[in-house]
């Protein structure tokens, strides 16, 4: 089946900071999803992309949609402790029997230290 | 975005008992997916219904596995006989027409002992 590939694992930084993150596929998906993930709850979307090559931003977070549309990375610019957080990349399929369903990578775990 | 609620929000529950997590969507909401997440993984795809009939279902999936809309509102998944296995976060994520994404239910916590 489909398999995103989300690095890095987990990040270790100091608030402040900018954070990148980016997801890689073998296949094609016609949408890009950033979601964050706070302990006990749901996935909440961050960043939705719709076109290849289309950068977005939501504040203080910036997302792009690859070209191939096969890679996306995620950006957080002056992070703060609110930011803590597991990110997750998702992508959705758009047709046929697979329409809406969202494959989600592994995960990045951030930690952002006062 | 539009507010969906899970029921139970946890459940405790011994192997091989049946379990129905229920999940009531706000909108006119087309499309149901859910999905599970184990502690510490990554969130994964278990099925999708549209039109009162399942469009696909994962490996995950399986004979133990149902959902179905019993009174067009509610939208229910069923274990029929849990595993230790299936101990997890259960995701409701309704999609209605004209949105382009699916946004997640708070999710029950199923603890199978």
């Known amino acids: 089946g489909q398999q995103l590939n989300q690095s890095p694992q987990s990040m270790f930084i100091q608030e402040g900071e900018d954070v990148s993150m980016n997801c890689t596929s073998s296949s094609i998906f016609n949408t890009w999803l950033w979601y964050k993930q706070e302990p006990g709850e749901g996935p909440v979307l961050l960043i939705a992309l719709y076109k290849a090559g289309e950068l977005t931003s939501n504040g203080r977070l910036t997302a792009q949609f690859g070209i191939t549309r096969k890679d996306s990375f995620l950006n957080i610019s002056a992070s703060i402790p609110s930011d803590v957080g597991i990110y997750f990349c998702?992508?959705?399929?758009?047709?046929?029997?697979?329409?809406?369903?969202?494959?989600f990578g592994q995960g990045t775990i951030l930690t952002v230290h006062p | 975005e539009p507010e969906v609620t899970q029921t139970p929000s946890h459940q405790v529950t011994q192997m091989g008992q049946e379990v129905i997590l229920r999940c009531v969507p706000i909108?006119?909401?087309?499309?149901f997916y859910w999905y599970r997440q184990i502690l510490g993984q990554k969130v994964e795809f278990l099925v999708s219904f549209y039109n009162n009939e399942i469009s696909e279902k994962s490996e995950i999936f399986d004979d133990q596995f149902s959902v179905e809309r019993p009174d067009g509102s509610n939208f229910t998944l069923k274990i029929r006989s849990t595993k230790l296995e299936d101990s997890a976060m259960y995701f409701c994520a309704p999609q209605a027409p004209g949105e382009e994404t699916q946004y997640f239910g708070p999710g029950t916590r199923l603890l199978v002992l």
């Open positions: 909108s006119n909401h087309l499309y």
């Open positions: 998702a992508g959705q399929n758009a047709g046929g029997t697979s329409y809406g369903k969202l494959t």
